[in-house]
Every structure is written in C-alpha cells, then in structure tokens.
C-alpha cells in the first residue's frame, strides 16, 4: 500500500517507521530541506525525549484533551522510544523533573537517529516538498497529494495520507500552520489556535524594568503561584526553575503555568485589567519565622555591615539591588540598625516577591500550538479522521498539548506510531 507522510518532525518520522514496518511502501513529504529540524530545538537543544514517568501519569499532564491520548499512549509508550534510541547507539538519562535526555546532551544524536531507522525501512524522503493539496474522491476516499517540488506541481498516488506538519509554533523549523488549511479544505474543523508553553511578558512599568535589571537570572528551586486577583484565587502552582528575560519571565515553570492560563475562564480580558499576578517565593523551603530567624543570624554576624553589603548569603548577586530598593530600606544604613518592622516587610518580600502578567509572548515564541484539529473527528484509536477515508493525523497539528517535560514529544511518537500503524 502507499502511504504519504506529510512532515518529517518526530511525529512524521515515527508514523513513517510504523508504517513502513508494516509492508508499506511509504513516502515522507517535508517542506524545510532536512527532517527532524524542530527536533533539534527542543530541550534547548539537549532534546527532552519524554519523560520517565509512568505513561498512565501522562494524561494527567496534558491539560489539553488528555484522555484522547489514552489508545495510542498504550500502542507507544515513552519505553517504547527509549528503547527505539538505545538500539540506535542513543544512550539516555534521567533528570530533575522525570525528564529524559540522550547522555550525549545533543539533539542530532535522537534527530540522526530518526532518519537512520527510516532509511533502515527504505522510506523514501523528499525535502523541500510543500504539498498544496490532499487528492479526495467522490466517496471521500483519500487518492494522493498535489505537491510543490523544488518549484514544480507534481501530482503522487497515495492510498493513505498522514498529516503531520505540526503547529504554528518556531515557523522557521517549518511548522507555519500548513497543515490546518489542508485539513480545513476536506472539511475539518480547527479549534481556536493559541500559544502555549509560552513565555510571559510583565506589565510595562515597574515591572518591566525589574525584569530587564535581572535579564538572564535563572532562579533555581523557587515556588511560583500564578493569581486571579479579582478572586484572589490561585490559578496554578509549581516549584522549579524561572527564568527573566527582558520582556518578563520564562523557564519550565512559567511555560507550564501559561498552558494553564490560556484556558483560564476570560483570560484576555483578566490580562488587559491587570489582574493576572506572579508571585514568586525566593525560599520556599523556609516559613516566614524561619527566614526571619536565617536573616537575624546573618545580620547580627555583621552587626555594623551596610544593608546594601547583607544579603550576598540569601540571593544571587543579580538580584540584590532589586530586592533592596522593593524593600524600602535606605541602603547605606548598618544592619542593626533595621527595625524589626523592616525586616519583617523584607521577609514577605523574600516571599512574595510579585509582577503583573500583562500578555503571552506571540505564538512564533511558544514551544507548542494548543488548538488545533477537532479530536471529535478523529478515530482516537486509529488517528483517522472521520470525515475522510484514508487520512490520519499525528502530533502537534491534533488539539492536544501538554506541559513541559517531554510529554509533547511523547504525544508525537505515539499519535505517529498509531497513524502509522492504522
């Protein structure tokens, strides 16, 4: 049987391995002039394979549509690909988080990986291939494609068409959206496209200017709360690694909280009034009393030090000066000097150190694409469309998303394993 591959991400490249394990003579059709290009971003650049938690945990860190995942995540599981990788020469570990990376730190090692197992499979591979068109009968049975070739139409047969050309997110790895409007055209329905795993940019003010002073701090083992405060409700929680830049915040727990607050109740309109808050606490693993007492002890070490000079032991250096002139406290003046009111208001500063979220960072900057091709016209345990006999969908281009830790990943390989395989 042929069968066309559109995309050659990690979602095209596993269906095409699957598929051709079944005795099918299958072709992969990529825009960009290499496979595997959006791969080799990910993980920033280390590639985050997916993750080493049990793959019945998986679902519950997809926010987006979780439960659809739950066929194809039992035909291939995140063992499964480990194991596909080790078999290649691609040796993995585990980090913070469950998250799993090749030893090697290189994402061309799982990208090279990839292609050496389809070509194992004698998949036949066309770069710079952008397919205008999926050919239908009358029955709405799928025919074959219209594709541009290096500038010229040509016209390939196919009794199966797998579309995989992910997202709309980083288009300069080729995922600009392609691939709803060829599902659109055979009548399918695609939900509302928006960012996630996303960074955040701070109210342009106060803020801002805090953010650009620390631009490039990473925190390490920080807790952030995402807030509504016309509620005062917390929005979403986590601990781990930010990251400020100078527009906001970014760094896995900032990318996480985005995907929850795209779908949060009225969102847009919480963010244009200002009521969207990040507070962070710079020592999650002290109570209030306890960092009082950490900073009574530094300070009567030092009894005559400068307050400016104090708080090298509590925080990176990048951020003292922004910490001093939050706090209110004239700088110049001897620690035993601070009132117990001052440095009880420099305790709640430590934290709850705060930033209004003004806006999302454009779809262009997000690691994924939540939205995307109605799942209820997708056979979940096939990944065939229902409307179109003969085309499957797999990976990113599905509305399904998850957070940070390789989960999305996982959701390619295991959507393409099962398109693939159907």
């Known amino acids: 049987m042929k069968v066309i591959v559109i995309g050659g991400g990690p979602a095209g490249m596993i269906a095409a391995m699957s598929s051709a394990q079944n005795g099918n003579d299958v072709t992969i059709l990529e825009k960009m002039e290499m496979l595997g290009k959006k791969l080799l971003i990910t993980g920033k650049g280390r590639c985050n394979i997916t993750s080493s938690l049990p793959i019945d945990e998986f679902i519950k860190n997809i926010p987006g549509n979780g439960m659809f995942m739950y066929s194809s995540f039992n035909n291939f599981t995140n063992e499964d690909i480990i194991k596909l990788l080790e078999e290649e020469g691609v040796e993995t570990k585990v980090e913070r988080g469950n998250r799993v990376f090749p030893v090697s730190d290189r994402s061309q090692d799982v990208q090279k990986a990839l292609i050496r197992i389809i070509?194992?499979?004698?998949?036949?591979?066309?770069?710079?291939?952008?397919?205008?068109?999926?050919?239908v009968d009358n029955e709405k049975n799928v025919k074959g494609v219209i594709a541009n070739i290096n500038g010229n139409d040509t016209k390939?047969?196919?009794?199966?068409?797998?579309?995989?050309?992910?997202?709309?997110?980083?288009?300069?790895?080729?995922?600009?959206?392609?691939?709803?409007?060829?599902?659109?055209?055979?009548?399918?329905?695609?939900?509302?496209?928006?960012?996630?795993l996303v960074p955040l940019t701070v109210h342009n003010g106060r803020d801002l200017k805090?953010?650009?002073?620390?631009?490039?701090?990473?925190?390490?083992?920080?807790?952030?709360?995402?807030?509504?405060?016309?509620?005062?409700?917390?929005?979403?929680?986590?601990?781990?690694?930010?990251?400020?830049?100078?527009?906001?915040?970014?760094?896995?727990?900032?990318?996480?909280?985005?995907?929850?607050?795209?779908?949060?109740?009225?969102?847009?309109?919480?963010?244009?009034?200002?009521?969207?808050?990040?507070?962070?606490?710079?020592?999650?693993?002290?109570?209030?009393?306890?960092?009082?007492?950490?900073?009574?002890?530094?300070?009567?070490?030092?009894?005559?030090?400068?307050y400016r000079n104090s708080l090298d032991m509590l925080l990176p250096k990048k951020m003292i000066e922004t910490i001093i002139s939050l706090s209110n406290i004239d700088p110049r003046k001897r620690?035993?000097?601070?009132?117990?009111?001052?440095?009880?208001?420099?305790?709640?500063?430590?934290?709850?150190?705060?930033?209004?979220?003004?806006?999302?960072?454009?779809?262009?900057?997000?690691?994924?694409?939540?939205?995307?091709?109605?799942?209820?016209?997708?056979?979940?345990?096939t990944m065939e469309s229902k409307l179109i006999k003969g085309l499957f969908f797999a990976g990113e281009i599905i509305d399904v998303d998850a957070y940070t830790g390789g989960f999305n990943l996982q959701i390619a390989y295991s959507t393409g394993y099962t398109a693939g395989l159907n």
């Open 156 to 196: 390939i047969s196919a009794e199966k068409v797998i579309l995989a050309t992910g997202g709309k997110s980083y288009p300069g790895t080729g995922s600009t959206g392609d691939g709803y409007r060829l599902a659109k055209k055979l009548g399918h329905t695609i939900t509302e496209t928006r960012a996630s």
């Open 335 to 381: 620690v035993n000097e601070i009132t117990r009111q001052e440095r009880k208001a420099l305790v709640h500063l430590f934290k709850n150190l705060e930033f209004t979220i003004e806006s999302f960072r454009p779809i262009e900057e997000a690691i994924v694409t939540a939205g995307g091709i109605d799942i209820k016209q997708i056979n979940p345990k």
């Open 119 to 135: 070509k194992k499979l004698n998949v036949k591979v066309i770069t710079n291939a952008r397919v205008r068109e999926i050919l």
């Open 210 to 306: 805090i953010c650009k002073n620390m631009q490039g701090l990473s925190l390490k083992n920080v807790n952030i709360k995402f807030k509504d405060s016309s509620k005062n409700k917390i929005i979403y929680e986590d601990f781990g690694e930010m990251l400020f830049t100078h527009f906001g915040v970014s760094g896995p727990t900032i990318l996480s909280g985005s995907a929850h607050l795209l779908r949060y109740k009225n969102i847009d309109e919480l963010l244009k009034e200002g009521k969207i808050i990040l507070a962070i606490d710079l020592k999650p693993a002290l109570t209030e009393e306890k960092l009082d007492e950490r900073i009574i002890r530094d300070f009567s070490k030092e009894k005559n030090k400068e």
